[in-house]
């Protein structure tokens, strides 16, 4: 049930909290936050807005048009788990102070255009997403960079290079490359961490699917979150990682949703699921069709495919995310879609209740902003939709082991976030329908990443490249 300031207010005196911490995300996905008194926060601070200096924030405005808003969204509301003083969280929406329209560069509000715009075209009045961010715990990281050096370096008491390790005494259990998935203590050695983890989510009103091992060896992990309506999931899936990266930290371990941080292993993907819904029916079921999907499903998932290599501008959005993207390591890189196929970029999985049957687009990694990816899959899929965009075909094989002349014409994720970047910004016209992705965003956000990203990695010498052209 939907909550209001009054709700938010009595919550603050019944908890007796002391202060209130208010969240909003920035165009690239990091989450920033300020903190006031409690008794400084009231009713009026829901109409009103919180003042910020948006020229501090990366991707938001110039200094001399820093003043900006945050609105507090009372759905949002919890208590943090992590705060001595007890604390009040709320995510905000940004709003310019002088036009008190949403500002056109938060990432949140493009998330709720896109599903007026959905509701709009009479497809669907609801859409829901599951997303699956995989990520790593580790005991120890260091890493740094300057003009002279470069290096990291990552160590995980699971991890298969510590089977030699002095640990007076190293009992073994280590796992083997590739083969975290499933394992049983004592291998697993931090399932009573994910247990945490997943009471803390619980305890702030994100409902969990499951938590296990994943494939990694040196610790990756994985909590399925029960889906949601699209802003919600965003919320929810920011709230996720806040809370995984805080309960390790907690614990003296560190996580990371990093996509590819352990060389020679898989990398972490976030599978996202998507289903869209009219007047309480699932539109994407049709028990006679391909892996029981409805026509309406293959259009969209024409969208996405036709769509993918710009989706991948903010799907898979790091330099590091096209480390994962590799054959090899399971990685979703084959643009076709198929039925209980893990090898393609977009399966269907088998779930026999017409609940439940959804379009999982695989090739997206959790350094994504949600509210951005989310957006443009459903921008990606109307458009599939409104112009019956047919997929290839489905693709039952494993992609991985086909010969040479039946992979011919299966189209591949892009290689690098240069490409990646390169077709969001050839293809984007999409995203501009019912003004939910504004040009200026769309600019800035791949100005950042070019310059910020692309260029820092490209301008930098690799540690790998000593060992292979020192001697030339």
Known sequence: MAKTPQDVISMIKDREAKFVDIKFIDVLGMWHHFTLPA?????????????????????????????????????????????????????????????????????????????????????????????EAEF???????????????????????????????????????????????????????????????????????????????????????????????????????????????????????????????????????????????????????????????????????????????????????TNSYRRLVPGYEAPINLVYSARNRSAAIRIPMAGSPKSKRVEFRAPDPSANPYLLFSAMVMAGIDGIQNKIQPPDPVDKDIYELAPEEKHGIAQTPGTLTESLDALEADHEFLLKGDVFPETLIETYIDLKRVREVEGVALRPHPYEFALYYDC
């Not at 910020?52 to 200094?63: A, E, L, M, N, P």
């Not at 819904?277 to 259009?299: P, R």
């Open 39 to 131: 008794h400084r926060f009231d009713e009026d601070s829901f109409s009103d807005g919180l003042p910020f200096d948006g020229s501090s924030v990366r991707g938001f405005q110039t200094i001399d048009e820093s003043d900006m808003l945050l609105v507090p969204d009372p759905d949002t509301v919890m208590m943090d788990p992590f705060t001595e003083m007890p604390t009040i969280s709320l995510v905000a929406d940004v709003q310019d102070p002088i036009t008190r329209q949403q500002y056109p560069r938060d990432p949140r509000s493009i998330t709720k255009k896109a599903e007026a715009y959905l509701q709009s075209t009479g497809i669907a009045d609801t859409v829901y997403f599951g997303p």
């Open 136 to 318: 790593y715990v580790f005991n120890d990281i260091r890493y740094g960079t300057g003009p002279n050096a470069g290096f990291y370096y990552i160590d995980s008491d699971e991890a298969a290079w510590n089977t030699g390790r002095d640990e007076k005494p190293n009992l073994g259990y280590k796992m083997r490359t590739k083969e975290g998935y499933f394992p049983t203590p004592p291998a697993d050695t931090i399932a009573d961490l994910r247990s945490e983890m997943v009471m803390t989510l619980l305890e702030a009103g994100i409902e969990v699917d499951v938590h296990h091992h994943e494939v990694g060896n040196a610790g990756q992990c994985e909590i399925g979150l029960k889906f949601d309506t699209i802003v919600r999931m965003a919320d929810k899936l920011m709230t996720h990682k806040y809370i995984v990266k805080n309960t390790a930290a907690q614990n003296g371990f560190t996580a990371t949703f990093m996509p590819k941080p352990v060389f020679q292993d898989n990398g972490s993907g976030m599978h996202t699921s998507c289903s869209m819904w009219k007047g309480g029916t699932n539109i994407f079921f049709d028990e006679k069709g391909y892996g029981q999907l409805s026509e309406t499903a293959v259009y969209y998932i024409g969208g996405i495919l036709r769509h993918a290599p710009a989706l991948l501008g903010f799907g898979a959005s790091s």
